[in-house]
């Protein structure tokens, strides 16, 4: 799949290019708002380097990474005012990171202490969705809500809302990923349907998946789409705030492909050495999306030593204090996993509890040497 017809603001090299129609968007952009896209993306890579290492040492069951995959989260993120609300997939760091959740609680779904791992609602970021192409219908079915609410083309710019979903190249060829396009574009829900185009699920080139760009089939269903490069910070913001906007004021759904790169594994579980060339992941470490916006930067006289120099000092703060809260995590109790099967009561899992707590208490009591008699038995 090329990279032809993406919209970019800036060249792998870091150039700035104009857009008859994207340079509007980013013209507000400060220096400071550009530096904090960098801070953002330097972060969360960090924090993906250090999740990985806590996989291998044994303390994460497994990890997602985000690795290459930062200008388009951060840019999109940063698009997002307080009272949208995103439905993000599994690997969604970047975005969870400027929704203000703390990057150690997404961990705590990686270490399976719990289902989650943070308030969805005190972010307006939902819990990760392991099931592919499942949340683009929660998410049309919350912006349909959000539309019926009347949050929507207002003209009250700190009260209409919009919903993203965030999904990848794999997830369109979901049933549930079309459904969700034919219940946007009839509805004309604000939703945005961003799609990272990382060109791989798990091993299944998105080549073998689409004959045309993915962005060409929203059009189809009556949604209008836009290709962006996804590895370009600037252009992902661009095109993220457009939709966004489209879809506050009443306009109705957008999908954004932003084609990117999966620079890691699909998860800790995976090698990718096996089904693809160390060409193509050489192609892309050109193509890196944070070195893009330093040399960006540098050349604009924008980015400092003292600023680099702290931004390291806390990445490494950050680095320890993942560390340092994944291992403190401790174990939850496994009757715990049945707390928030329902938002109320019921009869069903409580019953499912009595008995797994019974089944459980006769391991415990044959550990500790106090296996009780059976009823009627005899020693
Ligand atoms: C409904 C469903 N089918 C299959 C899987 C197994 N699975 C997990 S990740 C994955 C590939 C997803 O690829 P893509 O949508 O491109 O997202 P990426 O992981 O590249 O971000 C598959 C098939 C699943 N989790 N859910």
Known sequence: MSDEDLVQ???????????????????????????????????????????????RQGELA?????????????????????QDHVFPSYREHGVAHVRGVDLADVLRLFRGVDHGGWDPVA??????????????????????????????????DERDAAVV???GDGATSQGD??????????????????????QWAISEPTTLQARAPLAARAPGFGVPSVRVDGNDVLASYAVTQEALQRARSGGGPTFVEAFTYRMGAHTTSDDPSRYRSSEQ????????????LRAYLT??????QTFVDELAAEADALGERIRTTVRAMGHPSPASMFDHVYATRHSGV???????????????????????PREGSHR
């Open 281 to 292: 992941e050489e192609h892309w470490r050109r193509r890196d999306p944070i070195d893009r």
């Open 165 to 167: 979903a965030y999904f």
């Open 299 to 304: 050349a604009r006289g924008a980015l400092p």
């Open 62 to 82: 497994l990890f997602a990474q985000a690795l290459g995959q930062e200008a388009a989260q951060i840019g999109s993120g940063r698009a997002l005012k307080t």
């Open 123 to 156: 972010h307006g970021f939902h819990l990760y969705t392991l099931v592919i192409g499942s949340h683009a219908l929660h998410a049309t079915g919350y912006a349909m809500g959000v539309q019926r609410d009347g949050l929507v083309g207002t003209g009250d």
């Open 9 to 55: 603001l800036l060249t792998p090299a870091g150039e700035r290019v104009a857009h008859p129609v994207y340079d509007a968007f980013v013209e507000d952009l400060t220096d400071d708002d550009l530096r904090g896209m960098y801070r953002d993306m330097v972060l969360v890579r960090r924090f993906d380097t250090e999740a990985t290492a806590l996989q």
């Open 350 to 372: 409580e019953a499912d509890r009595a008995w797994f707590e019974r089944y459980e208490s006769s391991f415990l009591d044959h550990e500790h040497g106090q296996q009780q």
């Open 177 to 198: 990923v079309n459904e969700a396009l034919v219940f946007a574009a009839v509805n004309q829900a604000p939703v945005v349907l961003f799609c990272q185009n990382n």
